[in-house]
């Protein structure tokens, strides 16, 4: 499965692993559903490195899981899916950004 995210600079395709990161693709794909994506900056961007966005406030700090949105304050984290290890290999690759102690949120 795959989905397209528009920037004011062209689009990116994102394939997503939904067999090895159920619930990260599952937080993602109902974040866009949500529209909670639109209008998000690039906060943090290092050439030929890294480009961050999704945080709703810009700020690089984070936003709620979908889990957050379902089940409250104390679901706006959710642990980490790592098996199977997913190595980035190539460029193209996302990931959900860790908040420490293998905690993901909204941001990749």
């Known amino acids: 499965m795959s ?3 528009e920037t004011t600079v062209g689009d990116i395709t994102v394939d997503l692993y939904t067999k090895e990161r159920p619930k990260s693709c599952l ?9 909670k994506y639109n209008l998000c ?14 945080d709703p ?7 709620d899981s979908v ?7 104390q679901a706006r ?3 980490a899916e790592t098996n199977p290890r997913i190595k980035h290999t190539k460029k193209g690759l ?3 950004v860790n908040y420490g ?3 993901l949120g909204s941001q990749f």
Do not use: R, W
């Open 41 to 54: 900056l690039f906060h943090m961007v290092q050439p030929d490195f890294i480009a961050q966005t999704t």
């Open 57 to 63: 406030q810009g700020s690089g700090k984070g936003g």
């Open 67 to 73: 889990y957050g949105e379902i089940y409250g304050h």
């Open 101 to 103: 102690n293998g905690m």
């Open 94 to 96: 996302i990931s959900m």
């Open 27 to 35: 937080n993602f794909l109902k974040l866009c559903k949500l529209k």
């Open 3 to 5: 989905v397209v995210i």
């Open 77 to 79: 984290f959710y642990e």
